[in-house]
Antibody, heavy 121, light 108 residues
Framework: QVQLQESGPGLVKPSGTLSLTCAVSGGSISSSNWWSWVRQPPGKGLEWIGEIYHSGSTNYNPSLKSRVTISVDKSKNQFSLKVSSVTAADTAVYYC??????????????WGQGTLVTVSS | SYELTQPPSVSVSPGQTARITCSGDALPKKYAYWYQQKSGQAPVLVIYEDSKRPSWIPERFSGSSSGTMATLTISGAQVEDEGDYYCYSTDSSGNHRVFGGGTKLTVL
């Protein structure tokens, strides 16, 4: 049973960069899965941020693409998220997740517990 | 950008059937996935690939898809089924994922 655990600062200043890491245990990040980031602003719905394959291939939400970078570190079995030029609108619970890809789309089958990141001075 | 549309809320009495819909132009060719989220918790997968149910999900949960609409059905809804439900799918390019806006299910 794969487990995912987010870590990183819970408070980021406006205009700064939000950085989070997701540690994967119980499975290899080099398996045939993609790895994703999803966020949820307080009281609002889920928003897909993007995903990465162990080869480094990425897909990003077009609305966030200019500010988002997702990377993978196979030696540490983890992947990371950076969001630049943050504002209060980036305040959210951030989840990392495992994605199963099929010929007709993809779905998340495992989630981290989530971590709240607040953007405030 | 691609969108999935869900009703904001659905309300049923215990034991009744709840149906939550999700509409999107790419659904005829892309699978829908459904997630249940209870307050303060991470989402949980309840239906994958339109109609498949994980082994740990009660049999009262089922899914279907026809044309541009996917449907999550909870037959004999229980109070413990209350929560927010989200559909999730892929756009026609195959490279971008999207969540529906979420549906709050009330069972009372």
């Amino acid at each position: 049973q794969v487990q995912l655990q987010e870590s990183g600062p819970g408070l980021v200043k406006p205009s700064g960069t939000l950085s989070l890491t997701c540690a994967v245990s119980g499975g290899s990040i080099s398996s045939s899965n993609w790895w994703s980031w999803v966020r949820q602003p307080p009281g609002k719905g889920l928003e897909w941020i993007g995903e990465i394959y162990h080869s480094g291939s990425t897909n990003y939400n077009p609305s966030l693409k200019s500010r988002v970078t997702i990377s993978v570190d196979k030696s540490k079995n983890q992947f990371s998220l950076k969001v630049s030029s943050v504002t209060a609108a980036d305040t959210a619970v951030y989840y990392c997740a495992r994605v199963l890809i099929t010929t007709a789309g993809a779905g998340i089958d495992s989630w981290g517990q989530g971590t709240l990141v607040t953007v405030s001075s | 950008s691609y969108e999935l549309t869900q009703p904001p809320s659905v309300s049923v009495s215990p034991g009744q059937t709840a149906r939550i819909t999700c509409s999107g132009d790419a659904l005829p060719k892309k699978y829908a996935y459904w997630y249940q989220q209870k307050s303060g918790q991470a989402p949980v997968l309840v239906i994958y690939e339109d109609s498949k149910r994980p082994s740990w999900i009660p049999e009262r949960f089922s899914g279907s898809s026809s044309g541009t609409m996917a449907t999550l059905t909870i037959s004999g809804a229980q109070v413990e089924d209350e929560g927010d439900y989200y559909c999730y799918s892929t756009d026609s390019s195959g490279n971008h994922r999207v969540f529906g806006g979420g549906t709050k299910l009330t069972v009372l």
